[in-house]
Structure formats: structure tokens, C-alpha cells
């Protein structure tokens, strides 16, 4: 459900602590952080901070899928579409950070095949990529890190939560106040 998130689901930050090891994180330990990683592309995935590109513009008559644009036609990509398509991820509406382990079958396609590799990409891609985003990602990896290791989070009441939905704008900003617990970890 649309409604499971990462507070909801202390086990996910469990699992990633486990991870985590007492030394100074580098940028290529932190590439070993598997289920980390994981979770950092599903939830990329499951509520994109960026909700689609910016306006682009056809320069000449294409077919796409089965859509014929004209010349001259602006479109911009969604991708809460193409993050939620049914045809490419098994089980869309579940945060599933297994998804991204290419041992799991949640890997694949609903139907067995290898998911098209534009199906995920939050930042974008081609000449307007995001420019900060590998800045972005070193800042998911480590902040995100070092927060999961020293504190836990959740919902005040997750009951209050079970039915919203993120607002349809850039930064899903909800205009409700969402209370969060921040607790100390035990053994931090
Ligand atoms: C999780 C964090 C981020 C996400 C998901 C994200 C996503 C995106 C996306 C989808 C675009 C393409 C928009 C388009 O179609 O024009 C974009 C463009 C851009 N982003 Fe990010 N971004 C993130 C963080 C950052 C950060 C940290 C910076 C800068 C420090 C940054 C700088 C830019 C710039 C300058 C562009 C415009 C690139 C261009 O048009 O040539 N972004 N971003």
C-alpha cells in the first residue's frame, strides 16, 4: 500500500544499520551498504522528490510507443508514471527496497523479463540530468547514514498517516504538519 513508509517500518532502518560498521564511511565502502543503497533507490522511486521534468519540445514528428508526436509538441515525463508502472515493477504501490537486489525475483518484471533501464530515474537523464546528482546521492548515502545509525524514527500516531497521500507537487510538501518521533538509539 501507498501508505507504508520508512517510519512505519522500523526493520528498514534496522537492516541498514546492520550494515553499518563503527569506521569512517568512504565513498567506496559506502558502496557495500547493499541494503542501504536499496532502500535509498526505493525510496527515490516510491515518492520522487522530483515529480516530472521540466517542459520538453519534439524537433521532429516521432512515435512513441504507441503515441505519434507531432513536431513542435511539448511534453514533460512523469515520474510518478513511469515510478509506478505495473507493467514494469511487481507489487508498485509497496516499499519494497528489495526490488533493487538483483538476487530477489522482485527484480524483475511482473512477467520474469529485465525492467526497461529507463523505468527508474528520479534525476532525469541525457543532457539534463541533474546537475547534483551524484552530490544528492553522496548526501542520501552519508547523512542518511549517520542519522539511521544515532536515531530512530517514527510516526507519532502511523494510524493518522494510513491514508494520506503526497501532495501532487514539486516536493510533496503535505500542508498538514507530519509529527515524527526522534529517539536517541540504545546502543548509540
Ligand atoms: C534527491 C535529490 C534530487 C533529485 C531527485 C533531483 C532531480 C532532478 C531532475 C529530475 C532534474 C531534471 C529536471 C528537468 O527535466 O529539467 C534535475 C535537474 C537539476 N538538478 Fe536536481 N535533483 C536532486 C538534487 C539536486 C541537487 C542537490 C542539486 C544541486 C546541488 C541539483 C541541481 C540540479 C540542476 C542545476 C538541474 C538542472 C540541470 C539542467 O537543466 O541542465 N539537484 N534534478
Known sequence: ??????????SLGEKSKDEIVDTLL???????????????QEALRFLSPVQATSQYETTQDVKIGKYNFQKGVNFAINF??????????QRPQEF??????????L????????????SWCPFAG????????????CNLKFIGTYLTQFYNFEF????????????????KMSDKPVNVRITKRASS
Open 1 to 10: 500500500m501507498k501508505d507504508e513508509r520508512i517510519a512505519e517500518d522500523p
Open 26 to 40: 568512504t565513498l567506496d565502502s559506502v558502496q557495500d551498504l547493499e541494503y542501504l543503497n536499496w532502500t535509498i
Open 80 to 89: 510518478d508514471a513511469l515510478h509506478m508502472n505495473s507493467s514494469q515493477w
Open 96 to 105: 519494497l527496497p528489495e526490488r533493487f537486489n538483483p538476487q530477489s525475483p
Open 107 to 118: 527484480y524483475l518484471t511482473p512477467d520474469g523479463k529485465k525492467r526497461n533501464p529507463f
Open 126 to 137: 541525457g543532457k539534463r540530468v541533474c546537475f547534483g546528482k551524484t552530490l544528492a546521492e
Open 156 to 171: 507519532e500516531d502511523p494510524s493518522k498517516y494510513a491514508n494520506i497521500y503526497p501532495h501532487a507537487i514539486v516536493g
